[in-house]
């Protein structure tokens, strides 16, 4: 059974970074596609970063973040740098993707249960 576990989460100032983590277990996920996205209160679960052969990411944490992965280690991570507190969300790690449409997240088949940011200003 594949099993997708973030963690990495914390409570951070405005300016600070973290660095989550995504530990993929179950099958290799790490040389497909693997995506985050995050979920704010109120508002719908949005596309962050995806990693495949290459990276993308949208517009909100372009330049601030970087999505990275250990194939050794079965892990995906994301960086996050220069934390705004808009970037407060439950996070979370996709994968077992069924199609190219990578920023949807019904394009994912596995998801982690999530991990908390909160960016205090």
């Known amino acids: 059974q594949v099993q997708l576990v973030e963690s990495g989460g914390g409570l951070v100032q405005a300016g600070g970074s973290l660095r989550l983590s995504c530990a993929v277990s179950?099958?290799?996920?790490?040389?497909?596609?693997m995506g985050w996205f995050r979920q704010a209160p109120g508002k719908e679960r949005e596309f962050v970063a995806a990693i495949g052969w290459n990276t993308d990411y949208a517009d909100s944490v372009k330049g601030r973040f970087t999505i990275s992965r250990d194939n050794a280690k079965n892990t995906v991570y994301l960086e996050m740098n220069s934390l705004k507190p808009e970037d407060t969300a439950v996070y979370y790690c996709a994968g077992g993707s069924k199609g190219p449409n990578y920023r949807s997240s019904t394009n994912y088949a596995s998801w982690g249960r999530g991990t908390q940011v909160t960016v205090s200003s």
């Open positions: 179950g099958r290799t996920f790490t040389r497909d596609l």
